[in-house]
Nanobody
Framework: VQLQASGGGLVQAGGSLRLSCAQS????????LGWFRQAPGKGREFVAA????????YYADSVKGRFTISRDNAKNTVYLQMNSLKPEDTAVYYC?????????????????????WGQGTKVTVSS
């Protein structure tokens, strides 16, 4: 599985960006698709995820109401629409694929349960 993330950049606070993650090399029919981020000097944290079977979505509290995750099976792509961006959203954003069933939210947010990772795309939000 190869994941190619794109769409990062520099934006002012209050602005919007849409990240994309294109998957190749294996069927797109994985269990879950997600986004994590890593701010400078910090560990990687969960941002959002979508379940393939029923399109259920999960969000970190810090982005609820501002970010939206979606997917396009025909294009083998998952998106992260980010609105009302804040300087604290500045980070490298990584897309990921989970191939095994994740039964609880605690597993969804734990990066150790995700199997494949993209290379990351940098988002910088200026104040």
């Amino acid at each position: 599985v190869q994941l190619q993330a794109s769409g990062g950049g520099l934006v002012q606070a209050g602005g919007s960006l849409r990240l994309s993650c294109a998957q190749s090399g294996r069927s797109f029919r994985n269990y879950g698709l997600g986004w994590f981020r890593q701010a400078p000097g910090k560990g990687r944290e969960f941002v959002a995820a979508i379940k393939r079977s029923d399109d259920s979505t999960y969000y970190a509290d810090s982005v609820k109401g501002r970010f939206t995750i979606s997917r396009d099976n025909a294009k083998n792509t998952v998106y992260l629409q980010m609105n009302s961006l804040k300087p604290e959203d500045t980070a490298v954003y990584y897309c990921a694929v989970a191939t095994k069933i994740l039964l609880s939210l605690s597993r969804w947010v734990d990066e150790s349960h995700w199997d494949f990772w993209g290379q990351g795309t940098k988002v910088t939000v200026s104040s």
